[in-house]
């Protein structure tokens, strides 16, 4: 049996108070008086009903019989009706829509049927009711698959059933509780509804009964706004695209309404399927043929004939719409003649060339049709990356158009954009205008484009009064200056340049460029010392690149880059290395600035010159000594060329970096370090290990040697421009492997697997070719003798250089040894002198604190120095003793001399025996009365 259920409009009247309970049996027991009292007071009570069999409906359904059998069956539907107003409880609802399933079969002979299935389809539009909190996970399968039936019952031809599922599927979105709940049952949760739909996947079944409704306009228009719900979740987006839904609702956006809800709900739902599920798939769907010409009719319609504001931003939108699907290469724009009408429109205003695609056009200087010429602008830029589209880009004069705003701003006048808006209408132009110049060279010559831009450039850093108002993506970092028009009138000429075309260059040239360029970047450069700006640093960089363009292979452009253009690439090179990590662009800017030195300087001496009198090589090392793997490879170019220049060897000679450490030391540990990454195979000295691999790395040997056309490099010639070691090579064989100075005994084992290098590189070859014979060919006695030979030769050479490695290691060590005994000796030497000093200095303290030991001291003392006088007497000469009377120590005394009596023929006269006093007499008053006397 089924379950019971409780009407909810089965109320009991109240009674009188006159009247007794007791006298009606129909009503049970009597009350008490409380309770009489509650009764009386509460009109809505709840009385019971008799239940309905739902088993005992379905099988009278199933039925087939007389006109008094349907009667049967409409009142059963009205009694199951009435039963379940207040809402299907979840253990019934499959029960309720074999139901409806029922009765949507009977609708299609007997319409009597139609009013009961839309009060049922009515009741599933209120809220379930659950008896416990797991109902809702317990009956989930059960009541997805019900909610999916709705969309099933579309099939019944009325439109009125129709209406209602639609209705009843909105319902779910807006969910309101009954104002009587069933007793012991609570409604489910306000989302449940929309779950299970998404798990049954109803939204997929409306999509496909799109086409049951194809005719009928109101059907239609309330299936788009369930659909309009639906599509508010990824989980229903899936589901429809599943059904093809993009493509079934793009072409019934040319379809005929008045009230214009078709054109609307479809596009909603389109906008909803690109942000909710896989864009790809969606504009795959609306990249037919069909597709785009319902799209373009459309986009027509609304832009001839739209004048509200609600056409202008649904005509937008069909544009965005538009333009996702010219990003998709497979669809048919072309063909559909919508890229045609959407170039056209692009270049309207610019150009004014009468156009028969856009007769009876008007546009104004709204925001909505300030945002479509920005659209418009966007889908040149798409269209510029097809190749098919080019030559309709040439024929509708992109170019001419796009370089109307390569040109100095202008106050705008009342009927016209304003500042902000032209600002970014003028960016963005430009910044299109930079993917498609190179695409129309010729257009671009003839337009003089070369003239506006440099003209344009000119403006950018003049002391014109113009303050950027930096509003636009365009315009970011570009307010109260001109930083942004310089940055895209740059990109545009980057773009350009970048084709290495001769016309081009010669016209730029031609106009002073190079100059002009470079007082731009000096300009730049100046800016940024004040502050770091990644839009200066952009700038920067740019112009670097067009002036290595410009200069490559030409000596004459070089000598006009030089001075200035090195003054300004030795302040590049001496940028802080800290700022290479801070992601402004500071690591693009000196990668440019290097470039820009091996187009615009080597090759033209003047240039070399001036830059190694500027000590660019020192900074040059500099750089390298920052070990930067990066910056290694080209810098070690760069100085393998500048090496060409006799001077050069001189000033890498000179160098000197942290730690007194030379070029040549800095060279091998660099060596070292990509010999490390590259996993070639050491000892812990830095000897070769392996003599027939000896300069190898893991992954080389790891490759497989096939037999390969001699057209194609071998691994190991592939190898070589693969890491900087042949750059190194070049390098010291400029900077000679003789008296290199500063170098240690491990550097020298190094040394000498770089000065073998090619040999060894050599014999790499040469193992490849015997192998790929080996496996090809089966060779001759001589030719196998002979490649024997070559290969031990190579080997060989590997064994001489581990010997002669193996000998410096000796030296070394042996060296050492000498060092060290040296140095001990010296150690002992001082050990021996703070004996000495020790010894002295008890022997002062002995004599000092005993008087016996210090006459000991004494007498010796004055027995050595009379051992030390000479024996010999001195003829006719004074003698004067250098004794000091009564003196009592042992310490050498100074220098004295007693005078006995001077001689007679030394004064000219006898001595006066009168003692005279002894007066102080100043330096500076002698000096000053022998000046007098003189």
């Given at each position: 049996?089924?379950?019971?259920?409780?009407?909810?409009?089965?109320?009991?009247?109240?009674?009188?108070?006159?009247?007794?309970?007791?006298?009606?049996?129909?009503?049970?027991?009597?009350?008490?008086?409380?309770?009489?009292?509650?009764?009386?007071?509460?009109?809505?009570?709840?009385?019971?009903?008799?239940?309905?069999?739902?088993?005992?409906?379905?099988?009278?359904?199933?039925?087939?019989?007389?006109?008094?059998?349907?009667?049967?069956?409409?009142?059963?539907?009205?009694?199951?009706?009435?039963?379940?107003?207040?809402?299907?409880?979840?253990?019934?609802?499959?029960?309720?829509?074999?139901?409806?399933?029922?009765?949507?079969?009977?609708?299609?002979?007997?319409?009597?049927?139609?009013?009961?299935?839309?009060?049922?389809?009515?009741?599933c539009g209120l809220p379930f009711q659950k008896k416990k909190f797991s109902d809702e996970v317990n009956y989930s399968v059960a009541v997805s698959k019900s909610i999916a039936q709705l969309g099933c019952l579309m099939r019944v031809p009325s439109s009125q059933v129709r209406?209602?599922?639609?209705?009843?599927?909105?319902?779910?979105?807006?969910?309101?509780?009954?104002?009587?709940?069933?007793?012991?049952?609570?409604?489910?949760?306000?989302?449940?509804?929309?779950?299970?739909?998404?798990?049954?996947?109803?939204?997929?079944?409306?999509?496909?009964?799109?086409?049951?409704?194809?005719?009928?306009?109101?059907?239609?228009?309330?299936?788009?706004?369930?659909?309009?719900?639906?599509?508010?979740?990824?989980?229903?987006?899936?589901?429809?695209?599943?059904?093809?839904?993009?493509?079934?609702?793009?072409?019934?956006?040319?379809?005929?309404?008045?009230?214009?809800?078709?054109?609307?709900?479809?596009?909603?739902?389109?906008?909803?399927?690109?942000?909710?599920?896989?864009?790809?798939?969606?504009?795959?769907?609306?990249?037919?043929?069909?597709?785009?010409?319902?799209?373009?009719?459309?986009?027509?319609?609304?832009?001839?004939?739209?004048?509200?504001?609600?056409?202008?931003?649904?005509?937008?939108?069909?544009?965005?719409?538009?333009?996702?699907?010219?990003?998709?290469?497979?669809?048919?724009?072309?063909?559909?003649?919508?890229?045609?009408?959407?170039?056209?429109?692009?270049?309207?205003?610019?150009?004014?060339?009468?156009?028969?695609?856009?007769?009876?056009?008007?546009?104004?200087?709204?925001?909505?049709?300030?945002?479509?010429?920005?659209?418009?602008?966007?889908?040149?830029?798409?269209?510029?990356?097809?190749?098919?589209?080019?030559?309709?880009?040439?024929?509708?004069?992109?170019?001419?158009?796009?370089?109307?705003?390569?040109?100095?701003?202008?106050?705008?006048?009342?009927?016209?954009?304003?500042?902000?808006?032209?600002?970014?209408?003028?960016?963005?132009?430009?910044?299109?205008?930079?993917?498609?110049?190179?695409?129309?060279?010729?257009?671009?010559?003839?337009?003089?484009?070369?003239?506006?831009?440099?003209?344009?450039?000119?403006?950018?850093?003049?002391?014109?009064?113009?303050?950027?108002?930096?509003?636009?993506?365009?315009?970011?970092?570009?307010?109260?200056?001109?930083?942004?028009?310089?940055?895209?009138?740059?990109?545009?000429?980057?773009?350009?340049?970048?084709?290495?075309?001769?016309?081009?260059?010669?016209?730029?040239?031609?106009?002073?460029?190079?100059?002009?360029?470079?007082?731009?970047?000096?300009?730049?450069?100046?800016?940024?010392?004040?502050?770091?700006?990644?839009?200066?640093?952009?700038?920067?960089?740019?112009?670097?690149?067009?002036?290595?363009?410009?200069?490559?292979?030409?000596?004459?452009?070089?000598?006009?880059?030089?001075?200035?253009?090195?003054?300004?690439?030795?302040?590049?090179?001496?940028?802080?290395?800290?700022?290479?990590?801070?992601?402004?662009?500071?690591?693009?800017l000196l990668f440019s600035a290097l470039d820009c030195l091996w187009s615009c300087v080597i090759g033209c001496y003047i240039a070399e010159d001036y830059f190694l009198e500027q000590q660019g090589i020192f900074f040059l090392l500099d750089l390298l000594a920052l070990k930067?793997?990066?910056?290694?490879?080209?810098?070690?170019?760069?100085?393998?060329?500048?090496?060409?220049?006799?001077?050069?060897?001189?000033?890498?000679?000179?160098?000197?970096?942290?730690?007194?450490?030379?070029?040549?030391?800095?060279?091998?540990?660099?060596?070292?370090?990509?010999?490390?990454?590259?996993?070639?195979?050491?000892?812990?000295?830095?000897?070769?290990?392996?003599?027939?691999?000896?300069?190898?790395?893991?992954?080389?040997?790891?490759?497989?040697?096939?037999?390969?056309?001699?057209?194609?490099?071998?691994?190991?010639?592939?190898?070589?421009?693969?890491?900087?070691?042949?750059?190194?090579?070049?390098?010291?064989?400029?900077?000679?492997?003789?008296?290199?100075?500063?170098?240690?005994?491990?550097?020298?084992?190094?040394?000498?697997?770089?000065?073998?290098?090619?040999?060894?590189?050599?014999?790499?070859?040469?193992?490849?070719?015997?192998?790929?014979?080996?496996?090809?060919?089966?060779?001759?006695?001589?030719?196998?003798?002979?490649?024997?030979?070559?290969?031990?030769?190579?080997?060989?050479?590997?064994?001489?250089?581990?010997?002669?490695?193996?000998?410096?290691?000796?030296?070394?060590?042996?060296?050492?040894?000498?060092?060290?005994?040296?140095?001990?000796?010296?150690?002992?030497?001082?050990?021996?002198?703070?004996?000495?000093?020790?010894?002295?200095?008890?022997?002062?303290?002995?004599?000092?604190?005993?008087?016996?030991?210090?006459?000991?001291?004494?007498?010796?003392?004055?027995?050595?120095?009379?051992?030390?006088?000479?024996?010999?007497?001195?003829?006719?000469?004074?003698?004067?003793?250098?004794?000091?009377?009564?003196?009592?120590?042992?310490?050498?005394?100074?220098?004295?001399?007693?005078?006995?009596?001077?001689?007679?023929?030394?004064?000219?006269?006898?001595?006066?025996?009168?003692?005279?006093?002894?007066?102080?007499?100043?330096?500076?008053?002698?000096?000053?009365?022998?000046?007098?006397?003189?």
């Amino acid at each position: 049996m089924a379950s019971l259920a409780e009407p909810r409009g089965s109320r009991a009247r109240s009674r009188s108070p006159a009247r007794s309970p007791g006298l009606s049996p129909a009503l049970g027991p009597s009350r008490c008086g409380e309770e009489r009292r509650k009764a009386a007071s509460d009109a809505a009570q709840e009385t019971q009903v008799r239940p309905v069999d739902l088993n005992h409906a379905i099988k009278l359904l199933e039925d087939a019989g007389s006109s008094d059998l349907e009667d049967q069956q409409l009142k059963v539907l009205k009694k199951v009706v009435k039963s379940f107003e207040n809402g299907l409880p979840l253990k019934d609802l499959a029960q309720i829509m074999d139901i409806l399933n029922l009765c949507a079969e009977k609708v299609n002979e007997q319409e009597a049927f139609i009013e009961p299935v839309c009060e049922l389809i009515k009741l599933c539009g209120l809220p379930f009711q659950k008896k416990k909190f797991s109902d809702e996970v317990n009956y989930s399968v059960a009541v997805s698959k019900s909610i999916a039936q709705l969309g099933c019952l579309m099939r019944v031809p009325s439109s009125q059933v129709r209406i209602q599922i639609c209705k009843c599927i909105i319902s779910f979105y807006k969910m309101e509780l009954p104002k009587k709940l069933l007793p012991g049952y609570q409604p489910t949760s306000a989302d449940y509804k929309i779950q299970m739909a998404e798990l049954g996947g109803l939204a997929e079944t409306l999509v496909l009964s799109l086409a049951l409704v194809e005719n009928q306009l109101t059907e239609k228009l309330w299936v788009l706004k369930a659909l309009q719900h639906l599509s508010n979740s990824g989980v229903n987006c899936r589901h429809m695209i599943k059904a093809q839904a993009a493509s079934r609702l793009c072409l019934y956006l040319n379809g005929t309404d008045p009230s214009g809800q078709l054109v609307f709900r479809s596009s909603e739902i389109l906008w909803n399927l690109l942000e909710n599920t896989s864009k790809e798939e969606v504009v795959s769907q609306l990249s037919s043929l069909e597709c785009i010409h319902a799209l373009k009719e459309i986009f027509v319609d609304r832009l001839i004939n739209g004048f509200r504001h609600y056409d202008r931003q649904l005509r937008n939108d069909l544009l965005v719409i538009a333009t996702l699907v010219a990003e998709n290469s497979a669809a048919s724009m072309i063909e559909s003649g919508f890229t045609m009408l959407l170039i056209a429109l692009a270049t309207f205003t610019e150009v004014k060339i009468p156009n028969p695609l856009l007769e009876g056009l008007k546009l104004t200087y709204s925001y909505e049709d300030f945002e479509m010429k920005k659209l418009l602008f966007n889908i040149i830029g798409i269209f510029s990356k097809d190749p098919h589209a080019v030559q309709l880009l040439s024929e509708n004069d992109v170019m001419p158009a796009l370089l109307y705003y390569v040109k100095p701003h202008k106050k705008p006048g009342f009927h016209d954009w304003s500042a902000a808006q032209y600002e970014e209408l003028q960016l963005h132009a430009i910044a299109i205008l930079a993917s498609v110049a190179p695409l129309l060279v010729d257009k671009y010559l003839s337009c003089q484009a070369n003239t506006l831009l440099l003209v344009f450039l000119e403006w950018c850093v003049g002391q014109d009064p113009f303050f950027g108002q930096g509003n636009s993506f365009h315009g970011t970092g570009g307010r109260g200056s001109k930083l942004a028009q310089m940055r895209y009138g740059l990109r545009v000429l980057k773009s350009v340049v970048s084709l290495y075309d001769d016309a081009v260059n010669l016209n730029l040239c031609d106009q002073g460029a190079i100059s002009q360029l470079l007082e731009i970047l000096k300009y730049a450069a100046n800016k940024l010392e004040q502050k770091d700006d990644a839009i200066l640093l952009e700038i920067q960089a740019n112009i670097l690149f067009i002036l290595s363009v410009l200069c490559e292979n030409d000596v004459h452009r070089k000598e006009l880059f030089s001075y200035e253009g090195v003054h300004l690439l030795i302040s590049f090179l001496q940028m802080d290395p800290k700022k290479l990590h801070s992601g402004l662009g500071h690591r693009r800017l000196l990668f440019s600035a290097l470039d820009c030195l091996w187009s615009c300087v080597i090759g033209c001496y003047i240039a070399e010159d001036y830059f190694l009198e500027q000590q660019g090589i020192f900074f040059l090392l500099d750089l390298l000594a920052l070990k930067q793997k990066s910056l290694c490879n080209i810098i070690l170019g760069i100085l393998s060329e500048f090496c060409d220049n006799p001077k050069t060897i001189i000033h890498i000679s000179t160098w000197r970096g942290e730690k007194d450490q030379t070029a040549a030391k800095l060279l091998i540990q660099l060596w070292r370090q990509e010999e490390l990454d590259l996993g070639v195979q050491r000892d812990q000295y830095g000897r070769i290990a392996d003599v027939k691999r000896p300069i190898a790395g893991s992954f080389q040997k790891e490759q497989e040697i096939i037999p390969m056309p001699s057209s194609c490099p071998s691994f190991a010639i592939i190898e070589i421009s693969e890491n900087i070691r042949a750059k190194l090579y070049s390098l010291l064989c400029k900077l000679g492997f003789e008296n290199l100075p500063g170098l240690s005994a491990k550097d020298f084992i190094t040394l000498a697997i770089i000065r073998r290098y090619i040999d060894f590189k050599v014999g790499e070859v040469w193992s490849e070719v015997c192998t790929e014979l080996k496996e090809e060919f089966r060779p001759i006695a001589s030719d196998e003798e002979t490649l024997r030979v070559i290969s031990e030769v190579s080997e060989n050479i590997g064994k001489m250089v581990t010997a002669y490695q193996t000998e410096v290691l000796e030296n070394h060590h042996h060296q050492e040894i000498q060092e060290e005994e040296k140095a001990y000796t010296k150690i002992r030497a001082v050990h021996k002198q703070k004996e000495m000093v020790n010894k002295s200095w008890e022997n002062f303290l002995t004599r000092t604190s005993n008087y016996e030991a210090l006459k000991k001291a004494k007498r010796l003392q004055e027995k050595l120095i009379e051992a030390s006088k000479s024996k010999s007497k001195t003829q006719n000469g004074a003698v004067h003793s250098t004794d000091i009377k009564g003196l009592g120590t042992t310490v050498g005394s100074g220098r004295l001399v007693t005078v006995e009596s001077a001689p007679s023929q030394l004064v000219g006269r006898p001595l006066s025996a009168k003692r005279l006093p002894v007066k102080r007499v100043s330096f500076g008053a002698g000096a000053l009365k022998r000046n007098e006397k003189s």
